[in-house]
């Protein structure tokens, strides 16, 4: 950002070293009310992932020892060490490491980060039940009508031109980058090999940290609470609202070897799910600071919310059911059409955005099936 004015700086933020305008590189200290330190970097996608959500936010609590959260992408070693060094560390300096969730983007990093460092892996104990499943073995386990076409919808776009998502690498610069197949294939082969040291329950305290079960975006999905602030990786963000995952039902084998506790599917997967969860953090109390994976920063400005983000994405989740509802009474009763017409104002012409799109009306018609507001034929 050489010549050019830093923006504002919040209260509780402090600024190590300046970065690019959506965040990569900027690496910040945080105040979090009690005695514990807490540092976050701005983590750089490697070349083959997609910029659209600027950074993975990985944060450094020294707490009971040092805990790492969020490394990054498969590739993004180099990115996350910079900024390590900027704060007079090394990998070795931790001994944790914990992902939100089983996303890519989250957890890719965390092979490279224990190989270098000799942290021990936390993760839930449902990142663990997932892990031998590809992200596509899990998805393609309901047949549910929905389900069913959707996939039908992804092969017809498909055969009319390459995927954006799974089918090719590197695009040109700009442009919003997804991993491609072989990074796919990849990240797959990395994380089906991680070891959990510490499976994580909910209400689990560690230090000042407590870690909370919050599903819904993900089953798996962890929100940590530490003073006066909630590190809720992509279940509360600034400026987007998390994609919600759909109802899907566990694998035959999977589900009959996870604790009875997660054998109902419809409690860790779905939009209702994940309402739930949100109106959990809602309740957490006033004048919490979120300290989300994504959008920390952007557009050269910190985007700082508290826990009241969360009664807003409840707010837009259940706006989207009215909207969902009026496109089916006017007319859009397939679901592609009426998927575009909820995203209307957004061209979907590749499969991935259009699939992405799809799976979240699906979700929304999930709950809606749910509470008896709308049939599925």
Same mark, same amino acid.
């Given at each position: 950002?050489?010549?050019?004015?830093?923006?504002?700086?919040?209260?509780?933020?402090?600024?190590?070293?300046?970065?690019?305008?959506?965040?990569?590189?900027?690496?910040?200290?945080?105040?979090?009310?009690?005695?514990?330190?807490?540092?976050?970097?701005?983590?750089?996608?490697?070349?083959?992932?997609?910029?659209?959500?600027?950074?993975?936010?990985?944060?450094?609590?020294?707490?009971?020892?040092?805990?790492?959260?969020?490394?990054?992408?498969?590739?993004?070693? @180099?990115? #996350? =060490?910079?900024? !390590?060094?900027? %704060?007079?560390?090394?990998?070795?300096? *931790?001994?944790?490491?914990?992902?939100? +969730?089983?996303?890519?983007?989250?957890?890719?990093?965390?092979?490279?980060?224990?190989?270098?460092?000799?942290?021990?892996?936390?993760?839930?104990?449902?990142?663990?039940?997932?892990?031998?499943?590809?992200?596509?073995?899990?998805?393609?386990?309901?047949?549910?009508?929905?389900?069913?076409?959707?996939?039908?919808?992804?092969?017809?776009?498909?055969?009319?031109?390459?995927?954006?998502?799974?089918?090719?690498?590197?695009?040109?610069?700009?442009?919003?980058?997804?991993?491609?197949?072989?990074?796919?294939?990849?990240?797959?082969?990395?994380?089906?090999?991680?070891?959990?040291?510490?499976?994580?329950?909910?209400?689990?305290?560690?230090?000042?940290?407590?870690?909370?079960?919050?599903?819904?975006?993900?089953? @798996?999905? #962890? =929100?940590?609470? !530490?003073?006066? %602030?909630?590190?809720?990786?992509?279940? *509360?963000?600034?400026?987007?609202?998390? +994609?919600?995952?759909?109802?899907?039902?566990?694998?035959?084998?999977?589900?009959?070897?996870?604790?009875?506790?997660?054998?109902?599917?419809?409690?860790?997967?779905?939009?209702?799910?994940?309402?739930?969860?949100?109106?959990?953090?809602?309740?957490?109390?006033?004048?919490?600071?979120?300290?989300?994976?994504?959008?920390?920063?952007?557009?050269?400005?910190?985007?700082?919310?508290?826990?009241?983000?969360?009664?807003?994405?409840?707010?837009?989740?259940?706006?989207?059911?009215?909207?969902?509802?009026?496109?089916?009474?006017?007319?859009?009763?397939?679901?592609?059409?009426?998927?575009?017409?909820?995203?209307?104002?957004?061209?979907?012409?590749?499969?991935?955005?259009?699939?992405?799109?799809?799976?979240?009306?699906?979700?929304?018609?999930?709950?809606?099936?749910?509470?008896?507001?709308?049939?599925?034929?």
């Amino acid at each position: 950002m050489a010549g050019t004015t830093h923006p504002d700086v919040p209260e509780g933020i402090s600024v190590r070293r300046w970065g690019a305008e959506n965040g990569d590189g900027l690496v910040i200290d945080v105040d979090s009310g009690v005695s514990a330190s807490v540092h976050g970097i701005g983590v750089e996608p490697p070349d083959d992932a997609s910029r659209a959500n600027g950074p993975t936010w990985a944060y450094i609590v020294k707490d009971d020892g040092v805990t790492l959260m969020d490394p990054g992408h498969l590739g993004s070693f @180099d990115f #996350l =060490t910079d900024g !390590l060094k900027v %704060l007079g560390m090394v990998p070795s300096d *931790i001994d944790r490491i914990v992902v939100t +969730h089983g996303h890519w983007d989250h957890d890719g990093g965390v092979a490279e980060l224990a190989d270098a460092s000799g942290a021990e892996f936390w993760a839930h104990e449902l990142w663990r039940a997932y892990s031998p499943y590809s992200y596509g073995q899990l998805l393609r386990a309901d047949s549910s009508p929905l389900r069913v076409e959707m996939t039908r919808i992804g092969e017809r776009m498909r055969d009319a031109g390459p995927r954006t998502y799974g089918g090719v690498g590197k695009k040109p610069a700009g442009t919003n980058r997804q991993p491609g197949g072989g990074s796919r294939d990849k990240y797959d082969e990395v994380r089906s090999a991680l070891k959990v040291d510490h499976a994580l329950e909910d209400g689990f305290k560690q230090g000042s940290m407590e870690y909370l079960h919050t599903p819904g975006h993900w089953p @798996d999905e #962890l =929100t940590i609470r !530490l003073g006066n %602030l909630i590190f809720t990786g992509d279940h *509360i963000l600034p400026e987007i609202t998390p +994609h919600p995952s759909m109802a899907y039902s566990h694998p035959a084998d999977l589900a009959k070897t996870l604790p009875e506790r997660y054998r109902k599917s419809d409690e860790v997967w779905g939009l209702m799910a994940y309402l739930k969860s949100l109106h959990r953090v809602c309740q957490l109390g006033k004048g919490l600071t979120v300290m989300p994976a994504h959008r920390l920063f952007n557009r050269n400005e910190f985007r700082m919310t508290d826990e009241r983000r969360g009664a807003e994405t409840i707010a837009f989740h259940l706006e989207r059911c009215d909207l969902l509802v009026d496109a089916v009474e006017s007319g859009h009763t397939d679901l592609e059409p009426a998927t575009r017409e909820l995203f209307s104002y957004r061209p979907l012409t590749d499969s991935y955005h259009l699939m992405s799109a799809a799976s979240e009306a699906i979700s929304h018609v999930e709950l809606m099936e749910e509470t008896g507001d709308m049939v599925v034929h």
